[in-house]
Nanobody, 124 residues
Framework: QLQLVESGGGLVQPGESLRLSCAAS????????IGWFRQAPGKEREGVSC????????NYPDSVKGRFTISRDNAKNTVYLQMNSLKPEDTAIYYC?????????????????WGQGTQVTVSS
């Protein structure tokens, strides 16, 4: 069974950090670009980072640039999202997704597999 599982979410205070993990089972991530998306209540899903299959290309929207870093460890079949200097507006459910043989993109329609999501809450 092909599956992506996110972990690492939680409740933190503004300015703190979290590292999310996205682990794949049933398939190898080697040929997949990986994206992280988030969706807050009442808002549209937003791409917050992506990384190419080789790891050589990454992209971030302005809302998280300089604070979020995506990385991948293909040997562990896992992708990470390091989130620093978190703000209350970062509160959302975070999802990872895999896009076969595609470049790094924030277009959710390009992604083939999705995880179930992990909640991130930033509040004092």
């Amino acid at each position: 069974q092909l599956q992506l599982v996110e972990s690492g979410g939680g409740l933190v205070q503004p300015g703190e950090s979290l590292r999310l993990s996205c682990a794949a089972s049933g398939f190898t991530l080697d040929y997949y670009a990986i994206g992280w998306f988030r969706q807050a209540p009442g808002k549209e899903r937003e791409g917050v980072s992506c990384i190419s299959s080789s790891g050589g290309s990454t992209n971030y929207p302005d809302s998280v640039k300089g604070r979020f870093t995506i990385s991948r460890d293909n040997a562990k079949n896992t992708v990470y999202l390091q989130m620093n200097s978190l703000k209350p507006e970062d509160t959302a459910i975070y999802y990872c997704a895999a896009s076969f043989y595609n470049p790094c993109t924030h277009d959710s329609d390009e992604y083939d597999y999705w995880g179930q999501g992990t909640q991130v809450t930033v509040s004092s």
